[in-house]
């Protein structure tokens, strides 16, 4: 398995609700911060606002609405509700929860700092430490092995279940709450507790290799990150080939995803999707780089918005992808207000790439299927773009 950061995996829902994303909700943030067509234009970076309830929203609205008056939490009422209906990707928030969402997509989380990917061995391998975090200060480095988290082991459990224990459960183990850590360093093996903090995410990091390739490794569609990813092509020489690497991307605001595929597409189609039945579409910006060799990095990690942006540069002739099959979240959510604040996000319909193809269930085929694991996928990559030249 590749690498995933842990500050923006997927989390499980209380009480034991459908999968929820942080960073998945594909189009329904995007929606709620006018992100996409027909939201507000001259209020782009508004905070996220629940849509009003419609269809199935109304349904779980009448059910949460229910239990308030018989002296229920409409919380776990709401989550019933989505549970019964099948709604794969459904979730209910209190109000905090909806609030800490809202955070996530402004590129704030809580957590202790750390990015990890999971070995062949199914040994979990720290591979960042955000500076100035508390994983920083407790003297954590990248190599060491994360063994277990507040005594559980970690070996060979899938990196999403280690961040959802990592991170903790949002109302219980809030910024300030502690947390143990099994680490092991060579011979060396320790125990270490740090304490949760608020961070800021670093969700598009760029660097270059000693053949002149660049990098762009995006982890997350948080706000601002398609203007970070046209700045980071934009800085690389003429004719200089790009990475772009989305392994272990969870998704995010599709707005970001849609300015990003602007920085390599000069206009034309994205993605199309449907909300209850009416169909949209989303289309690039003017003037992206459409000469540049360019290479996408995908793996069972990949999700979301990052597939929907894989999609398009697929489609579109624009990228060769590389990697494995990504995950396969086509799906649209869109947010309503339930009694007492909080939120149930339910699916509306789904999007599909240029082509056509549909996403949900399926995921995006790389045009080359190699191992996504340091250093074949990026060794295969620089090959791949040596053979490239300029698009016509």
């Known amino acids: 398995m590749s690498g995933r950061d842990l500050f923006c995996q997927p989390r499980r829902a209380r009480h034991g609700a459908a999968l929820t994303l942080l960073f998945a909700s594909v189009l329904v943030a995007g929606a709620a911060t006018g992100s996409l067509p027909g939201?507000?234009?001259e209020r782009p970076s508004?905070?996220?606002?629940?849509?009003?309830?419609?269809?199935?929203?109304?349904?779980?609205?009448?059910?949460?609405?229910e239990a308030m008056a018989d002296g229920k939490s409409p919380v776990e009422a709401a989550e019933r509700a989505v549970s019964r209906s099948g709604d794969r990707w459904g979730a209910v928030y209190s109000r905090g929860e909806y609030e800490e969402l809202e955070e996530a997509l402004d590129g704030r989380y809580t957590g202790v700092g750390l990015s990890a990917r999971r070995e062949r061995d199914g040994r979990i391998e720290v591979t960042g430490v955000r500076s100035g975090s508390p994983a920083a200060d407790a003297g954590i480095r990248p190599g060491d092995r994360l063994r277990s988290v507040d005594g559980e082991r970690v070996d060979g459990r899938p990196v999403t279940?280690?961040?959802?224990?990592?991170?903790?459960?949002?109302?219980a183990e809030p910024a300030g709450s502690a947390v143990r850590l099994?680490?092991?360093?060579?011979?060396?093996?320790?125990?270490?507790?740090?304490r949760r903090a608020r961070l800021s995410t670093d969700p598009v990091t760029v660097r270059t290799l000693a053949d002149g390739v660049t990098v762009v490794k995006v982890v997350s569609f948080t706000k601002g990150v398609g203007e970070r990813v046209r700045a980071a092509v934009e800085r690389v020489p003429a004719g200089a080939g790009v990475v772009l690497d989305l392994r272990g991307n969870s998704g995010g605001l599709v707005g970001e995803a849609q300015a990003a595929a602007?920085?390599?597409?000069?206009?034309?189609?994205?993605?199309?999707?449907?909300?209850?039945?009416?169909?949209?579409?989303?289309?690039?910006?003017?003037?992206?780089?459409?000469?540049?060799?360019?290479?996408?990095?995908?793996?069972?990690?990949?999700?979301?918005?990052a597939e929907l942006l894989a999609g398009a540069l697929q489609d579109r002739g624009r990228a060769v992808v590389l990697g494995s099959r990504t995950f396969g979240k086509g799906s649209v959510q869109l947010p309503g207000r339930l009694p007492g604040g909080s939120v149930a996000e339910l699916t509306v319909g789904h999007y599909r790439t240029p082509s056509g193809r549909g996403v949900d269930g399926t995921g995006i085929t790389p045009d080359l299927e190699v191992e996504p694991t340091e250093p074949d996928a990026l060794e295969r990559a620089r090959t791949v773009l040596s053979g490239l030249g300029p698009a016509a």
Not at 161 to 171: F, H, K, M, N, P
Not at 271 to 290: F, I, K, M, N, S
Request: hydrophobic share 40%; glycine share 14%; proline share 7%.
């Open 39 to 41: 939201a507000d234009p």
């Open 46 to 65: 508004e905070p996220a606002r629940p849509a009003a309830p419609a269809g199935r929203h109304e349904e779980v609205a009448r059910a949460a609405a």
């Open 161 to 171: 279940e280690v961040v959802s224990i990592l991170r903790g459960d949002a109302g």
């Open 182 to 194: 099994g680490l092991e360093r060579g011979t060396r093996a320790w125990t270490e507790t740090v």
């Open 262 to 305: 602007s920085a390599f597409l000069d206009g034309g189609l994205v993605a199309t999707y449907d909300v209850d039945g009416e169909q949209r579409a989303l289309h690039a910006g003017p003037g992206g780089d459409t000469t540049r060799p360019l290479v996408a990095l995908v793996d069972g990690g990949t999700m979301s918005a």
